[in-house]
């Protein structure tokens, strides 16, 4: 998470998502939208992020000694395209939520991807709906289990040495 904020208003936000997000309004949503994801569950390690130009991006760890969780969930502006006025609309933002874990793979592949879930949304409206709806998904999947094992194990990949997921 390199160059991550605590508040995402400390990033430049309508210049990454765009001139909807420059009137106070907006980014007081946004801003009590991210305090709430921020608050899903006690994490590790948490923080937001950018690349600048069009995406943000905000991270939840959990960790043990030898183990991670995280989920992370990112606003993407795509660029303005012609079709804009077309029906029906380009998606103006993506909402991407990821839930990964650590890898006990013989190959370590550092991170595997779990879960994913993917929203394209043409308005604020939307967004705000979408987002929402990817806060609910994520409190359901640390409802099912905040356990990597656990995740591991639905995902079928490499249990961690000791894991006491039963096999089914
Ligand atoms: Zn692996």
């Not at 006990?104 to 967004?127: K, M």
Request: proline share 6%; net charge negative.
């Amino acid at each position: 998470m390199p160059d991550a904020v605590e508040m995402i208003t400390e990033l430049p936000l309508a210049t990454v998502l765009g001139p909807e997000f420059d009137t106070e309004e907006a980014q007081a949503w946004l801003a009590g939208w991210a305090d709430q994801w921020m608050g899903l569950e006690p994490a590790a390690g948490r923080g937001w992020h950018s690349n600048g130009t069009d995406l943000i991006g905000g991270s939840l760890l959990w960790e043990t000694v030898s183990d991670w969780l995280e989920i992370d969930i990112e606003i993407r502006r795509h660029p303005k395209g012609i079709l804009r006025d077309s029906r029906p609309p380009d998606p103006v933002w993506t909402v991407t939520l990821v839930l990964m874990v650590g890898c006990w793979c013989q190959d370590n592949h550092n991170a595997h991807y779990i879960e994913e879930r993917r929203w394209d949304v043409g308005s604020v409206e939307a967004l705000t709906d979408r987002t929402r709806s990817a806060y609910t998904v994520a409190q359901g999947w640390l409802e099912s289990s905040m356990d990597a094992d656990y995740w591991r194990h639905r995902a079928r990949l490499q249990p961690r040495p000791g894991s006491t997921i039963a096999e089914q």
